[in-house]
């Protein structure tokens, strides 16, 4: 008898719950915490109320990983719910602790029955991962085969995204005053990407006027000549305008390609802060 295996994906990967919903995915929340208040990331703070509070607060809120505990809680009720084995998909460890908080939680349940797995990557990527794996594991697959799939996606992936303000980098101490202020004066807008090697998050460079900033991103997406095995993620915080501009220009190099349009991980937009946009694909055949 088949054995019945269960997806859970890191919320960065900022799946809507219609999505989760269609595919059976289980949802571990990374926290978002401002003072002595914390959220679990798009169940407890939406990215408006989140841009909100950005604002109001001098100090950049935190960020952290979901706690053992409440992982240890997610993975015993999932085995009690009658599955087998566990595969988890989490953000990048290059970004986060989740990983190995993930892998902690683990083997204090069962570490024959649940593997952790690193996406290498964050956002849609992320859940173009574990929506592959809830459809391989929906049609029958066991926990091996799974990962054999995802260890064969995980390179196949992109990211670029555009800074819209230096704010955030400002009030994380990545710019310092005299910096950001010279930098806005210049509408300086930094170009940042993922780097599959590490992981990580890194510069990519940067341009005068975000209006150059889209058409870079518009470039590197073109460089890519992704062919129609791919599918594309734009993602925004709080710039629906420049979201709808980029996707315009993305339908006219990619016209057979699927577009998902989704929320920029709240994690992810801590430091990249309000307005930042971001191009992404995976390949998903």
């Known amino acids: 008898m088949a054995k019945k295996v269960a997806i859970v994906s890191d919320s960065t990967s900022g799946l809507p719950e219609e999505v989760t919903k269609e595919h059976g995915i289980f949802t571990s929340y990374l926290m978002i915490i401002f003072g002595e208040e914390s959220f679990q990331e798009f169940k407890e703070i939406t990215p408006e109320k989140f841009v909100e509070m950005c604002r109001a607060q001098s100090e950049l809120p935190t960020t952290s990983q979901p706690s053992i505990g409440l992982t240890v809680e997610l993975y015993e009720k999932i085995l009690a719910d009658g599955y087998d084995e566990i595969v988890h998909v989490t953000i990048s460890k290059g970004l986060s602790g989740s990983y190995q908080s993930a892998v902690s939680a683990s083997e204090m349940v069962n570490g024959d029955k649940i593997h952790v797995f690193d996406s290498g990557t964050v956002a849609y990527p992320q859940g173009a991962l574990a929506i592959e794996a809830a459809k391989l594991a929906n049609q029958g697959a066991n926990a091996k085969e799974v990962l054999a799939r995802l260890e064969s996606m995980k390179n196949d992936v992109g990211l670029y995204a555009a800074i819209y303000t230096l704010t955030n980098l400002k009030k994380g101490g990545r710019l310092s005053p005299a910096e950001a202020s010279l930098g806005s004066l210049l509408q300086i807008k930094p170009i940042i990407k993922l780097n599959k090697e590490n992981g990580e998050i890194e510069a990519a460079g940067k341009v005068r006027t975000f209006k150059k900033a889209i058409a870079?991103?518009?470039?590197?997406?073109?460089?890519?000549?992704?062919?129609?095995?791919?599918?594309?993620?734009?993602?925004?915080?709080?710039?629906?305008?420049?979201?709808?501009?980029?996707?315009?220009?993305?339908?006219?190099?990619?016209?057979?390609?699927?577009?998902?349009?989704?929320?920029?991980?709240?994690?992810?937009?801590?430091?990249?802060?309000?307005?930042?946009?971001?191009?992404?694909w995976a390949k998903i055949k």
């Open 216 to 280: 870079h991103l518009i470039e590197k997406a073109k460089e890519a000549k992704l062919t129609e095995d791919y599918e594309i993620g734009l993602l925004q915080i709080a710039n629906p305008e420049s979201a709808a501009q980029l996707k315009s220009e993305i339908e006219k190099i990619y016209p057979n390609n699927k577009i998902h349009e989704m929320p920029l991980s709240l994690v992810v937009s801590t430091h990249a802060g309000e307005g930042a946009i971001a191009v992404t």
